[in-house]
């Protein structure tokens, strides 16, 4: 699979702790407070910036748990680092942080505008739908907390990214939805179908009622399609805008073929607290209920280079699996063009097996937006 993305991707998991318990969470050991060490800290950030195998510009990611339970501090850390071992820029750094926004006051705006940081915040929408899923360890709806951080971030003027996660409730609202992405002044937004990943096995979205749901959903994004095209407002909706995107592309170059980062190994990384490395899609470094590290490839203090993670026979295996399911998909699927082949995280947690084509996320999140946006546009 060829590799046509401009950046590498490294997620980095300060800590796995959450003060929030929300009821799909993947995550494993949110509930345990220790943080990632100084000194791996820097054997991270030292060897992210002097690999020869990541040698474009790259976005270091800080996810997976809460990141900003950790301080403000951890963060000057990172970057004092960062000038430490990046001589020269000789590397493109940006940082990024996917939140749940509950920490978020004057001193963390300060300095995500000083240091340029991006900020996507993960949010279920008004407060209906969001105290559904996204509530304390006490069980208490976390709206409010995350809103007075969205107020503070739109207070100085930092744009807000926001993930939202979409149940079979959601389905029902996609009036309400949109205009609370309106309203809270979110600049872009994500969807993402419920799952079934890692830990979560109950995602609400089943193969056993799949007629049932694809028409609730059907009706939920073409609604929230027409909203988006008939509403004079600067949202972006990844969805409808990769798509729209994606298919200008194709009518300048039919042979134009979509690319995903996420099935060619070290395109993405992701290292856990304690050094462990997955690669692929960074849900993949949960592992499984029965086998937490199913999926890490290493663990960066065993590598003096991630060129050395190509020689594993474990990413090797994986990989040969991740490029048959692609192959599944070119063969059997009318979208492929548009689509590149689905998540292998989905189709791992969803199959059992990288190595398949159609999947309900691809289902819910590809083929159905590919249909309402051709059919939108004719
Ligand atoms: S839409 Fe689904 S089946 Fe089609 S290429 Fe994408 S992942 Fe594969």
Redesign the pocket.
């Known amino acids: 699979m060829e590799n046509k993305c401009s950046r590498h991707l490294v997620v980095i998991q300060p800590s796995s702790y959450c003060n929030l318990n929300c009821k799909y969470c993947y995550v494993p050991d949110r509930d345990k407070k220790n943080v990632i060490s100084d000194s791996l800290l820097e054997e991270i950030i030292s060897k992210v910036i002097n690999s020869d195998e990541l040698s474009k510009a790259i976005t270091l990611l800080w996810h997976a748990g809460e990141p900003l339970s950790v301080g403000i501090g951890f963060y000057k850390k990172v970057n004092s680092l960062i000038k430490k071992y990046n001589k020269n820029n000789k590397k493109i750094i940006y940082n990024s942080i996917q939140t749940n926004a509950t920490y978020i006051n004057d001193e963390w705006c300060h300095f995500f505008k000083e240091n340029d940081y991006k900020i996507s915040i993960s949010c279920d929408g008004p407060e209906f739908l969001h105290n559904l899923n996204r509530v304390t360890w006490s069980n208490r709806g976390s709206y409010n907390l995350v809103m007075r951080g969205i107020n503070k971030l739109n207070e100085h003027n930092i744009p807000v990214s926001m993930l939202c996660t979409v149940t079979r409730e959601t389905l029902k609202y996609p009036q309400e939805l949109f205009q609370f992405f309106v309203d809270s002044k979110i600049k872009k937004i994500g969807l993402n179908p419920e799952g079934v990943k890692g830990r979560n096995k109950n995602g609400c979205f089943r193969d056993n009622e799949l007629t049932t749901i694809l028409k609730e959903y059907r009706v939920f994004i073409e609604k929230l399609f027409e909203l988006w095209k008939t509403t004079d407002n600067p949202l972006k909706i990844r969805e409808f805008d990769v798509t729209l995107n994606i298919i200008n592309q194709k009518k300048k170059d039919p042979n134009f073929k979509q690319m995903r980062s996420n099935q060619n190994a070290l395109e993405i990384i992701t290292i856990q607290k304690n050094g462990n490395i997955s690669t692929f899609c960074p849900e993949l470094a949960g592992g499984t209920f029965e086998d937490p590290n199913k999926f890490v490839i290493k663990n960066i203090t065993e590598i003096d280079d991630f060129s050395e993670l190509r020689s594993s026979k474990k990413l090797n295996t994986i990989s040969e699996q991740i490029i048959n399911g692609h192959k599944k ?1 070119e063969k ?2 009318e ?2 063009d548009l ?4 998540n292998p995280n989905a189709k791992m947690y969803e199959k059992g097996t990288f190595d398949c ?3 309900t996320y ?2 819910l999140s ?2 159905l937006i590919y249909e309402t946006v051709i059919s939108g546009l004719s």
């Open positions: 998909c059997n699927c979208y492929f689509c590149g082949g689905g084509d159609e999947t691809c289902n590809r083929k």
